[in-house]
């Protein structure tokens, strides 16, 4: 969802060395999302940790624990963005709207703490946060494009496009979807998706 490689040969100037690394402007953005995602993947993390060590008591919700995998993918994906554009002529106002993408996945992840106790319904807890999550998620692609707008960008009818609609279109039907048995195929069908836009997308970026 983050802006990405239009021309893969442009990589040579963003990519972190250890002889230096940018300096000036906002060369550390990669650096920045990268402690952002630590943040946020803290949580998807340690859900999956407790479940594992709580299963003779608590059996996992299968929908809950696939959203979880898929918010790890989304903020790995967010980072290896952050490390594939160029930060050397972004001005303050794409920088924020950069950023609010991590931003944006850092709440995902605080709305989506599943809570591994026997009495609590995983799926039910999810459910609660149904509409703040979905929205959330469905802004995420919209503020790419719009970054790329603000920054004069041309959008061209390309692979990381379509993965940003398509995300987009799972978000909205998120909203839409309210059957338990629903949930789960829709769940995959995101972390899919957001694995082929990982591996497809960013499959040269040099991290």
């Known amino acids: 969802m983050p802006p990405t490689l239009r021309a893969r040969d442009d990589l040579r100037v963003t990519r972190p060395c250890a002889a230096g690394r940018q300096t000036t402007g906002m060369g550390y953005l990669w650096f920045f999302v990268g402690v952002l995602t630590g943040i946020a993947i803290d949580s998807p993390l340690k859900y999956i940790a407790r479940s594992l060590r709580e299963r003779q008591r608590v059996t996992p919700d299968p929908t809950v624990f696939v959203w979880q995998l898929f918010l790890i993918v989304l903020l790995i994906e967010f980072w290896v963005a952050s490390i594939s554009i160029s930060t050397a002529e972004m001005g303050l106002a794409q920088f924020l709207?950069?950023?609010?993408?991590?931003?944006?996945?850092?709440?995902?992840?605080?709305?989506?703490?599943?809570?591994?106790?026997?009495?609590?319904?995983?799926?039910?807890?999810?459910?609660?946060?149904?509409?703040?999550?979905?929205?959330?998620?469905?802004?995420?692609?919209?503020?790419?494009?719009?970054?790329?707008?603000?920054?004069?960008?041309?959008?061209?009818?390309?692979?990381?496009?379509?993965?940003?609609?398509?995300?987009?279109?799972?978000?909205?039907?998120?909203?839409?979807?309210?059957?338990?048995?629903?949930?789960?195929?829709?769940?995959?069908?995101?972390?899919?998706?957001?694995?082929?836009?990982?591996?497809?997308v960013y499959a040269q970026v040099p991290v």
């Open 97 to 200: 709207l950069f950023l609010l993408l991590p931003f944006g996945a850092m709440i995902l992840s605080s709305l989506t703490n599943p809570t591994v106790e026997p009495t609590v319904d995983q799926l039910e807890e999810f459910e609660s946060q149904r509409l703040a999550f979905f929205g959330i998620l469905a802004l995420l692609p919209v503020i790419s494009l719009l970054r790329e707008v603000v920054a004069g960008e041309t959008i061209p009818l390309d692979a990381d496009l379509i993965y940003r609609v398509l995300v987009f279109i799972g978000a909205i039907l998120g909203l839409l979807i309210r059957s338990r048995r629903a949930g789960l195929p829709h769940a995959i069908a995101m972390l899919i998706l957001i694995s082929a836009y990982l591996f497809d």
